[in-house]
């Protein structure tokens, strides 16, 4: 049963520390895709990758965050430095996105990094 | 640019009672349409897609152009429905994701 892994699962740290976060996206997937969720806002897309190319990053904030994909099984998300209001969960989510697939293309989600930033 | 709309953030009805989740969206081209469902502890999982026009735990969802709605029901919520609830829609060369900002539905016994 394949599934999207991230690691890790939990992360505390202090403001201004440097975080980064992993996804490995299910094999053979196409699309890699970061969220976030919190209460306020709920789940915004941050960044993601189509064949390993950035096509949009806007969502997030590019003074400090960063989305790389240096091989196709392995997404980073980091964070520097990081601030309280990035508390959040990080979501990775995978997909296969082929032309005429339509609605049938669905995302696999990851578990979510806990990220709190004291 | 897309948007989708669910107005309640909190939802509880009774075991056995008729559930309708509410989801509106704007978006200038043909709409791709899902909810996606959030057990407590769990990672988010597709629950259904509109073109599927399928019934998934008893749950349907039906697109409405004319109203541009999106809305999930179930004849007879159950405990176990309990969960956030999420509608979105697809949009763009990668299919990226736009969400609501989610229902809360609690099915008391």
């Known amino acids: 049963d394949a599934r999207v892994t991230q690691t890790p699962r939990h992360k505390v740290t202090e403001m201004g520390q440097e975080v980064t976060m992993r996804c490995q996206p299910i094999l053979g997937h196409n699309t890699v895709f970061w969220y976030r969720q919190t209460m306020m806002q709920g789940l915004e897309l941050l960044a993601y990758?189509?064949?390993?190319?950035?096509?949009?990053d806007s969502g997030m904030p590019k003074d400090r965050f960063s989305a790389e994909m240096p091989d196709a099984t392995l997404a980073t998300l980091k964070i520097q430095p990081s601030e309280p209001r990035d508390s959040a969960v990080y979501f990775c989510a995978s997909g296969l996105v082929l032309r005429g697939l339509g609605s049938y293309n669905e995302q696999f989600f990851g578990p979510g990094t806990r990220l709190t930033v004291l | 640019a897309q948007r989708v709309t669910q107005p309640e953030k909190l939802l509880s009805v009774f075991k056995g009672a008729p559930v309708e989740l509410k989801c509106n969206y704007s978006?200038?081209?043909?709409?791709?349409l899902f909810w996606y469902v959030q057990y407590s502890r769990q990672r988010l999982q597709l629950l259904l897609r509109?073109?599927s026009r399928e019934s998934i735990k008893g749950f349907t969802a039906d697109l409405n152009k004319g109203e541009t709605s999106f809305h999930l029901k179930k004849p007879f919520a159950q405990e176990e429905d309990s969960a956030m609830y999420y509608c979105a829609l697809a949009s763009g060369s990668a299919r990226q994701l736009t969400f609501g900002s989610g229902t809360q539905l609690t099915v008391l016994p």
């Open positions: 509109h073109i």
């Open positions: 990758f189509r064949n390993r190319a950035p096509l949009d």
């Open positions: 978006y200038s081209g043909s709409p791709e």
